[in-house]
């Protein structure tokens, strides 16, 4: 048995995490356990066919990001077969958005690849242990959360419509969205789950699986081939890593550009100190997010090498630099750490979904190719193989005598709320459940106007733009989950109270 504290998306999830501890799993497969589970129970917030990245740090060893991001499908195909099958919709989730759905908008999944890889390198449970507790879940029905009811009531007609199996699990006959708590049964999921237990990742890439998620999207006009689920591999990366005090964090680092947001916004509050967040301070952290999404804008979400204007960035803020300022999505997380000291920390994502679910499978298959604010290449984004952009950034932060994994779901969101959670939790030394819920401040860049968007309760400084003051906390500002081994404290864990998130510690 082994001693692990887990944050995640609910508490099925942490639960799952505790049933694998049980059985003498160690962080990583507590982790993915979890993740597998949020993933195929949070309808419309996420689902297992999209991208995952994985951070993981073990006590003594160099950390690692897996990479399982999307990648650009349409490898084989002529040019004349490119770019056709999406449809774009509107709807007034997160005042307003517009995305493109369908077969067209369902890029290379790449989160499944992840987690066997993850599982082979650092797991020590049986691979079908891994998977236990999400069939149970979906074969006997899980409950609606309600951040998922929230996004659905959006999102339940205008893409999730898109399919019968999906649509008839989640709405009553007379067409009304179940309730949040409602329990859930999504057809044919858990013999979907079952096989992939038995046979692992390739049945989804190179077997039946893989074949009906490819004739459902070539029948609607879409990209994905055989060629791509067959070629995909999940890659390890070195993380981006940067100092605060005498903590060393770990994130997601290039192409995805989260990691590299995160660790430019935290090197410009370094020198913030142990300072409260007094009207000078939230300047500075105002100043650091306006200047560094303002960059993302300019010149990483297009650059053609994003290493070198990612390295930029960091170069820019490491001399004190930061950018001249301009004038003018869904997610779920896990964090886990054991009492060996590893930290594991995942982030997946399926975009805002795409409707689509492929005839027998269970499976809702991801938008990322139409995420048009995030991959503002459009549907034909470059070389097929070659992976999207990402706002993700799981997290492993080390100091001696302790290990620190942490991360959040929220879109163009999870950067800045794991700046300021960092800030509160490692230079503020706030305790970790103070850090989480700490009201917070975002710069929206998604409009034709800049915006600062913040909770109540903070000595706001002067600014020149537009503000907007949420009435309280919403999870319109992310959802941190944060799980920590310290030597002289021992287990630690907290989920975001704007969130829905579960937690647990199991000790041997």
């Known amino acids: 048995m082994t001693s692990v504290a887990v944050a995640s998306t609910s508490q099925l999830a942490a639960d799952a995490a505790r049933e694998l501890a049980a059985e003498g799993g160690n962080a990583v497969d507590c982790a993915l356990a979890a993740a597998l589970l949020a993933m195929n129970t949070e309808p419309g917030v996420c689902a297992m066919a999209g991208g995952a990245y994985i951070t993981v740090w073990s006590a003594g060893s160099d950390p690692v990001t897996i990479d399982g991001n999307v990648a650009i499908p349409g490898a084989g195909l002529a040019n004349a077969e490119r770019g056709h099958g999406a449809v774009n919709v509107s709807m007034k989730y997160g005042g307003g958005i517009e995305t493109l759905v369908g077969t067209g908008s369902v890029a290379i999944p790449g989160t499944l690849a992840a987690i066997e890889h993850a599982w082979k390198k650092f797991g020590v449970a049986e691979w079908k242990s891994i998977f236990a507790p999400t069939i149970r879940a979906v074969r006997e029905g899980f409950p609606l959360s309600a951040a998922c009811h929230y996004y659905l009531g959006y999102s339940g007609e205008c893409i999730f419509g898109r399919s019968d199996d999906g649509y008839n699990a989640l709405h009553h006959a007379d067409g009304s969205l179940h309730d949040a708590g409602t329990l859930i049964a999504v057809p044919h999921l858990a013999d979907t789950l079952e096989a992939i237990a038995h046979e ?29 689920l067959a070629s995909y591999t999940a890659l390890e990366r070195r993380p981006l890593t940067v100092d605060i005090g005498d903590w060393r964090i770990a994130s997601n680092p290039p192409p995805a550009v989260g990691g590299t947001m995160l660790a430019a916004m935290l090197i ?53 630099r930061l950018p001249d300022r301009w004038t003018s999505a869904s997610t779920v997380h896990t964090s886990v750490v054991d009492e060996d000291g590893t930290g594991c920390a995942i982030t997946a994502s399926s975009g805002y979904g795409s409707g689509e679910m492929p005839a027998g499978t269970g499976l809702w298959l991801n938008n ?74 975002h710069i929206d860049t998604s409009g034709k106007q800049v915006r600062l968007m913040s909770e109540p309760g903070l000595d706001l400084p002067d600014v020149d733009l537009p503000t907007k003051i949420f009435p309280d906390i919403s999870m319109y500002f992310g959802g941190v989950g944060a799980a920590v081994f310290d030597s002289d404290a021992g287990l630690l864990c907290a989920a975001d109270p704007r969130r829905e998130g579960g937690t647990c510690i199991y000790a041997q």
């Open 200 to 228: 692992g990742a390739r049945i989804f890439y190179e077997g039946d699986l893989g074949q009906a998620l490819v004739t459902h999207c070539q029948d609607g006009g879409g990209m994905l081939t055989s060629i791509d």
């Open 368 to 441: 990322c190719l139409g995420e048009i604010e995030l991959n503002r290449r459009g549907l034909d984004a470059g070389p097929s193989g070659a992976r999207l952009p990402s706002n993700m950034a799981p997290s492993v932060a080390r100091r001696d005598g302790a290990v620190l994994a942490v991360g959040s779901p929220g879109a163009d969101r999870i950067t800045t709320a794991l700046q300021q959670f960092l800030i509160n939790y490692l230079q503020m030394n706030m305790p970790l459940e103070d850090a989480i819920a700490h009201p917070r401040v």
């Open 268 to 320: 410009a509050c370094a020198d913030l100190g142990d300072a409260q967040w007094t009207s000078v301070a939230l300047e500075r952290l105002i100043e650091s997010q306006r200047a560094c999404l303002d960059y993302r804008k300019r010149h990483l979400d297009l650059a053609e090498d994003v290493d070198t204007a990612a390295a930029r960035l960091i170069e820019i803020a490491r001399n004190g």
